[in-house]
């Protein structure tokens, strides 16, 4: 079982930069793929970007392609997401989420366990 922290999340201005991470407390954090989704109300929770345990491929939405970049340090049992040149638009609670598949999917249904979320507040 594992246990998923966010933290990082934050206020900044558009055109800004933050870096969200997310602790795993199992034992088995390097055999999951690891993705990020983020949420606003009266929404959907879509899928931002994800990382695969074999190979660490990556894998993101068009609406971050260029300006988000997912990692994970398997030796911290971590996942990062840096986001840069963020937009009012990028507001959401972000949230990480755990995944046996080898492939990070694109719905929430993929994901096995998920953190409680981190707010990320983009002002223009």
């Known amino acids: 079982q594992e246990r998923l922290v966010e933290s990082g999340g934050g206020l900044v201005q558009a055109g800004g930069s933050l870096r969200l991470s997310c602790a795993a407390s199992?034992?088995?954090?390097?055999?999951?793929?690891m993705g990020w989704f983020r949420q606003v109300p009266g929404k959907e929770r879509e899928f931002v970007a994800g990382i695969s345990w074999i190979g660490g491929s990556t894998f993101y939405a068009d609406s971050v392609k260029g300006r988000f970049t997912i990692s994970r340090d398997n030796a911290k049992n971590t996942a990062y997401l840096q986001m840069n040149s963020l937009k009012p638009d990028d507001t959401a609670v972000y949230y990480c989420?755990?995944?046996?598949?080898?492939?990070?999917?694109?719905?929430?249904?993929?994901?096995?366990?998920w953190g409680q979320g981190t707010q990320v507040t983009v002002s223009s």
């Open positions: 989420a755990a995944s046996r598949g080898v492939i990070p999917g694109i719905s929430s249904h993929d994901y096995n366990y």
């Open positions: 199992g034992r088995t954090f390097s055999t999951y793929s």
